[in-house]
């Protein structure tokens, strides 16, 4: 009887055990590409990627390991890409499907993943499936979207789109009007409305498995893994728990992490407990959901009119963070228990630099992206932040970048020189570029920082070393906020592995801070910063206590 315990016991807590990774995954620094603006090889004023693949021993010499493309396939370019006409094809834009392939296996062979950007929840209204479906006469892809019967507007009204097609009937959107979503069916389908399909239906059976396709076309091409955009959208009418949404995503790894075990999915999803439980191996800690309570206080807090903030990273020091990090401490010990990472991105192509909220300075920058480097998440960069390249408030909108904002501001040219266009495309015309680079003056960039010992760059490329050669540092480094939540200048936090015990001390604030936190060890000692004369410990019986001057941060070892 207690050997039959004993294994009841055991099999519990196996089954309670953290899923495994990717031995690379563990490792792996994420470098966020916008292909549209980050390298133009045919000088059409458009990035490219082949301006992707002459950019290979750049990325790897910051020590970037794994690189996330937005979209890349054919689009009618009514939203940046996402709006796909064929999830088969590379756009024309960026080149050829061969072009990425060469991309792909290149990358390969300087040790660098490519993860590609799967829109799984709409396609263009000028997609060929929908196009087929808006018939009035059944066909195939009658049911590979949601429409209505009649035109009698469903309520809420939120999404749908009224239409003179010939089929009879109003359509659901995932997004913009332009983007109608894929039927993966409703969690509970209402038997009044026709519209409401089973997930087991046919129409929604069939855009699953066409999903599955999608994806092994790409894998078998050699990307490993993708971004999932909009992850949580797909099934409807779905519960609170998004019951019928991790169904679908449970099915789609249960096929895929057999597949393909080494490759990964990124979720769009910002619940880390959802999508890690669904399957995903990083959930994306961003602006909106349950990350844009950790995200916004710390980062990007802002007012309706999104110029002022009272974020935790700015020189006014007048944040708050005590709430961002009690949910930030939840988050970590969830994800950490279901296995997965939930990692939170410098920026995307979707939110303000961070250069966006008064971060200007070198030092500022150095600052705020060292929070992003020393989380035990794979980190994530978007391009661009590695030099502290400016949100540009005066780029046009483009190409349905405005939604609630204009997110044309971060999708900015790649300033790689101070040559003609920041040497991101030999265009003549300036007028020709997708997006317009920085007209400052003084403006950063790769050639003027990459021998420079002070740049932005080169303390980017230190951190990121240093995270590799320190395990405490990393994905397995075990994270605790140490310092005092209602007094968070400066803001502290511990990274530990077995007898490696380090310190995270923030101050972004324009005015000298001291903190203490309790015992760890005998000393402090300073290892990484933006500048050791601005850090000081002191360490006694009754614990460490850390001066910093104005905008500083410091990681020290405790020994």
């Given at each position: ?26 490792k ?12 133009d090889?045919?000088?059409d ?32 370019w ?80 939120y ?8 089929r ?13 979503a ?76 057999t ?17 890690i ?46 709430k ?8 970590y010990?969830d ?23 008064n ?26 932040e ?10 046009p ?43 400052a ?94 850090a ?10 850390f ?13």
């Amino acid at each position: 009887m207690e050997r039959f315990l004993f294994a009841v016991a055991l099999l519990a807590t196996m089954t309670l055990s953290a899923k495994e990774q990717p031995e690379w995954l563990k490792k792996a620094n994420i470098y966020h590409i916008y292909p549209l603006t980050y390298a133009d090889s045919n000088g059409d004023g458009i990035g490219d990627l082949e301006g992707i693949r002459s950019k290979l021993d750049y990325i790897k010499s910051v020590g970037f390991n794994c690189i996330w493309i937005s979209p890349c396939f054919m689009s009618a370019w009514e939203d940046g890409g996402y709006d796909i006409l064929d999830y088969y094809k590379v756009d024309p834009r960026f080149g050829t499907n061969d072009d990425l392939k060469r991309l792909i296996d290149e990358a390969h062979s300087k040790g660098i993943k490519i993860l590609l950007d799967l829109v799984a929840g709409h396609t263009s209204d000028k997609h060929p499936w929908f196009q087929e479906s808006l018939k009035a006469e059944r066909n195939k892809f009658s049911d590979y979207y949601i429409w209505t019967e009649g035109h009698t507007m469903p309520q809420p009204s939120y999404r749908w789109v009224d239409n003179s097609y010939p089929r009879n009937g109003i359509y659901l959107s995932n997004f913009f009007p332009i983007q109608p979503a894929l039927n993966y069916g409703y969690y509970k389908p209402n038997p009044a409305h026709s519209w409401e399909q089973s997930y087991d239906a046919p129409g929604p059976t069939a855009v699953r498995n066409e999903l599955k396709k999608i994806i092994a076309y790409w894998c078998d091409m050699g990307c490993d893994g993708f971004r999932v955009d909009m992850a949580k959208s797909l099934v409807k009418g779905d519960n609170k728990a998004q019951d019928g949404v991790m169904r679908l995503w449970k099915e789609i790894f249960a096929w895929y992490n057999t597949k393909y075990p080494e490759n990964i999915m990124l979720s769009e999803w910002s619940y880390p407990k959802q999508s890690i439980s669904a399957g995903f191996n990083i959930d994306l800690l961003i602006h909106n959901g349950i990350g844009g309570k950790v995200y916004r206080p710390l980062v990007c807090e802002t007012t309706d009119k999104m110029v002022p903030t009272v974020c935790y990273f700015n020189r006014q020091g007048k944040g708050k963070i005590r709430k961002a990090m009690e949910l930030y401490t939840q988050i970590y010990n969830d994800y950490r228990a279901i296995g997965g990472y939930a990692s939170m991105p410098t920026c995307s192509h979707d939110i303000w630099r961070l250069t966006r909220m008064n971060r200007n300075t070198p030092e500022e920058q150095k600052v705020a992206i060292t929070l992003f480097l020393t989380l035990p998440t794979p980190p994530i960069v978007y391009y661009g932040e590695e030099i502290g390249m400016r949100n540009l408030e005066y780029a046009p909108a483009k190409e349905g970048s405005l939604s609630s904002r204009n997110r044309s501001t971060c999708r900015t040219p790649m300033q790689w020189s101070t040559e003609r266009n920041a040497g991101f495309s030999a265009v003549k015309s300036a007028k020709r570029l997708y997006l317009p680079v920085d007209n400052a003056p003084q403006f950063p960039n790769v050639a003027e920082q990459e021998n420079d010992p002070n740049s932005v760059l080169s303390y980017v490329k230190g951190l990121l070393k240093l995270r590799a050669a320190i395990p405490a540092l990393g994905v397995e480094g075990e994270w605790k906020y140490v310092g005092d939540l209602d007094n968070p200048y400066p803001m502290i936090y511990a990274r530990t592995l077995g007898n490696e015990k380090y310190v995270v001390v923030f101050n972004p604030a324009d005015r000298e801070v001291e903190g203490s936190i309790a015992p760890m060890g005998r000393k402090a000692e300073w290892v990484y910063g933006n500048n050791k004369r601005l850090a000081k410990c002191k360490t006694s019986k009754d614990g460490h206590t850390f001066k910093m001057k104005p905008i500083s941060v410091a990681i020290f070892k405790i020994n």
